[in-house]
């Protein structure tokens, strides 16, 4: 019920955010749109392996990796081959709800699926003939960095894998097609309805929430947690939610994206208001069954939001430049739920 009336929506809310100027470009490989005032080609792009100069407006746009396809996407442009979603994909086309809508919008059938449970596959990117790549919420090594290079100039993440925010997405790809203002006008619609969202739930305002992670029911020793670097954690902040000081110590020694601690030492994360992990209501029953885990104050009080792990809802958590969108309303309503039991 709950994933069929956030895709009710989705139409809705995307004619809202996606610029009226934008391509409808149809088929797998949409002509380039004219450069918005401003850019200029050639255009260099810094990312942590350097930078990528691209020559000219590219017209066959591929994206590796998880959620690259929506910038283009959201701009009118259809990329030529993009990734097969191997997460949180309910019917089994390897394609997320909100880019299937998107496709449909544009009157476009499915790009190449790049199949990556094994890794890129190079070998189907060159097939497609693209002249650039973007990857800029990836988790590129430097060889892959190389090999897709050699096949046409390529955007990689800016400073560490997996831990682009939805924003830098925009930013990046948008300036690698020559829309960087564009862009800019599709974080600005996207901003204005989290803040519309926000205003609706002011219980959310100043609320701390963690997001748990790589927790295993039948052991819960341990507490997996997404730390700050992380993109489910920008989302809270985005909703008027702030996080833990406790979080924010743990992360501020690394660069990982997620950490795990004892559940001994659950004390330490007494600064926690809201918990939100991936999992059916069984999971929270487990939690706050548990001696260790039942310590933890919003389990205590049952401040909680468990998220189907392979349901697009669970999946749009990481928030992209797609699918916030798409799971802003009920994901606000449901972490505001979770504010009304904290104590």
């Known amino acids: 019920m709950r994933s069929r009336r ?24 949409a002509a380039a749109p004219e450069p918005a005032a401003g850019d200029r080609f050639p255009v260099t792009v810094q990312h942590a392996f350097g930078t990528t100069t691209i020559p000219k407006p590219p017209e066959r746009i591929a994206t590796v990796a998880w959620a690259n396809q929506e910038v283009p996407l959201a701009l009118g442009v259809v990329p030529v081959g993009m990734a097969k979603a191997n997460f949180g994909d309910d019917d089994g086309d390897g394609v997320l709800p909100w880019v299937s809508a998107r496709l449909k919008e544009l009157g476009a059938p499915t ?23 973007l990857a800029p919420y990836s988790g590129l090594t430097p060889e892959d960095y190389r090999t897709l290079s050699d096949i046409a100039p390529v955007v990689a993440y800016p400073k560490t894998a997996w831990a ?12 690698a097609m ?33 997001f748990i992670t790589h927790f295993d029911t039948t052991d819960l020793s341990q507490i997996g947690f997404y730390t700050t670097h992380d993109t489910r954690t920008e989302f809270f902040t985005d ?8 979080v924010e110590r743990a992360s501020a020694g690394t660069d990982k994206f997620t950490l795990r601690q004892s559940a001994e030492q659950i004390d330490a994360f007494d ?37 189907p792990a392979s349901s697009p809802a669970g999946t749009a958590a990481n928030p992209t430049p797609m699918s916030v969108s798409w799971v802003l309303d009920e994901y606000a309503r449901q972490l505001a739920v979770a504010a009304d039991k904290v104590k």
């Open 271 to 307: 600064d926690v208001d809201i918990v939100v992990g991936y999992g059916e209501a069984p999971v929270a029953g487990r939690l706050a069954g548990d001696p260790l885990m039942s310590k933890l104050r919003a389990v205590a009080n049952g401040s909680m939001v468990m998220l």
């Open 239 to 246: 909703l008027g939610l702030k996080l833990p000081g406790s």
């Open 111 to 133: 790009p190449v699926l790049f199949d990556e449970a094994d890794g890129i596959d190079f070998e189907a990117v060159a097939t497609t003939k693209p002249d650039v790549i």
């Open 6 to 29: 956030l895709r009710a929506g989705l139409v809705a809310v995307l004619a809202g955010l996606v610029l009226s100027a934008c391509s409808s470009g149809g088929g797998n490989s």
């Open 164 to 175: 682009t925010s939805w924003r830098d997405s925009i930013k990046l790809s948008s300036k």
């Open 178 to 210: 020559g829309r960087s203002a564009d862009g800019a006008k599709l974080i600005s619609g996207i901003e204005g309805r989290i803040g519309a969202v926000k205003a609706k739930y002011p219980q959310l305002r100043g609320k701390s929430a963690m």
